[in-house]
């Protein structure tokens, strides 16, 4: 199946739709989810993962229990709404793209009730934002991809780590994958290095997965190879995603993130971040405001099923670190390639948007 008839996350008649990335590569299994609740155990439980994707699945979520609330008042629409804004909130506190969805969201149901009093049109009207949402991800992918693109050399191996892919994403391109199909589709030759990204395998499963199906090839290596490779001339940059990005360009990402950034650095490679605008928080001065995600223990002492390490030990399963902005090349967006000082060229980039005022106030 090419890889553009894969769908992340789908709104359907029956309900959202999504690609069990739990299963994958051995499954492709797609998932029904028919309330609001189930969408948001869906992310909790990383059926759906990757900050874009987790903020339209979000949205989608939100736009699907609205439609099944019973409410026939605005007033009564409105608590059931903030009920479920707070359910999604509560899946996952690193990505921002989260919050971004469940705040525009709410700002469309504010301005769908200051217009009308007709409860089925504010329903009809939060779909249509979830889709809006849906459909702005794809969009700003292919941008990110054709601005990141031109920084990637022809014949460049790119070293990756953990999955930024269109399973990611709302799907079709990615973020840091985007960038590399964007450097294929100017016709440049591109190869990539895939990080295996432990505990739970997103390079091993997910982008070795998407590249082998994209025909972009692919070459995969645990954690404790990256090191190694650039040592041996291997790699010639790296691209990675994020879940959040300081306004000081601070970047949260997959755990294991900063020490590849900080093997870059050391052998002169450049580490490029890429991801939408909506992943940027202005709204924080530094990483260390970045609130990280503690994950089951589980994830570290089993594969699935089988245990690895011994019962009774303590066990630290941070999902995501912070790499500090100076490890950081540059930040690719869907609105432009920013470099150091971040604080300044962040800021640019959303004032195009008309949208830094809305992060900071």
Not at 60 to 81: C, E
Not at 237 to 257: E, Q
């Amino acid at each position: 199946m090419p890889l553009t008839m894969i769908k992340t996350v789908e709104w359907t008649p029956e309900g959202v739709r999504m690609i069990d990335q739990r299963l994958l590569p051995t499954e492709e299994k797609y998932l029904m989810f028919r309330s609001c609740e189930e969408v948001a155990d869906a992310i909790k439980q990383m059926i759906v993962r990757g900050a874009p994707a987790i903020g339209v699945s979000a949205a989608m979520g939100l736009a699907l229990g609205l439609q099944q609330a019973v409410a026939t008042t605005v007033i009564d629409l409105q608590d059931d709404f903030n009920y479920m804004c707070d359910v999604m909130a509560a899946t996952r506190p690193t990505a921002v793209n989260l919050f971004w969805a469940i705040e525009r969201m709410r700002e469309a149901f504010r301005r769908a009730a200051a217009e009308t009093q007709d409860v089925e049109e504010i329903k009809q009207r939060l779909v249509d934002e979830a889709q809006a949402i849906f459909k702005e991800d794809i969009e700003a992918n292919r941008a990110l991809g054709r601005f990141g693109g031109e920084l990637l050399p022809d014949g460049a191996t790119v070293l990756t780590h953990c999955n930024a892919g269109a399973l990611a994403t709302a799907g079709d391109y990615g973020t840091a994958l985007g960038v590399i199909r964007g450097a294929r589709d100017a016709g440049k030759r591109i190869a990539v290095i895939a990080d295996e990204t432990r505990p739970f395998l997103q390079g091993a499963r997910l982008t070795a997965w998407e590249l082998h199906k994209d025909e972009i090839p692919v070459t995969l290596i645990t954690d404790n190879m990256a090191g190694h490779v650039m040592k041996q001339g291997k790699v010639d940059a790296v691209v990675v995603g994020a879940d959040r990005i300081a306004a000081n360009g601070d970047t949260a990402n997959k755990i294991g993130t900063y020490m590849v950034a900080v093997l870059a650095k050391q052998h002169d490679i450049p580490f490029y971040v890429a991801a939408p605008i909506s992943t940027i928080d202005l709204s924080i001065p530094d990483g260390a405001h970045i609130p990280i995600e503690e994950r089951d223990t589980r994830e570290v002492t089993h594969i699935r099923e089988q245990r690895l390490a011994p019962e009774g030990i303590e066990v630290h399963n941070p999902a995501f670190d912070v790499t500090p902005n100076e490890l950081v090349a540059a930040i690719i967006t869907d609105k432009g390639v920013a470099r150091a000082p971040y604080t300044s060229s962040l800021r640019r980039l959303f004032e195009q948007t008309g949208r830094a005022e809305e992060q900071t106030a």
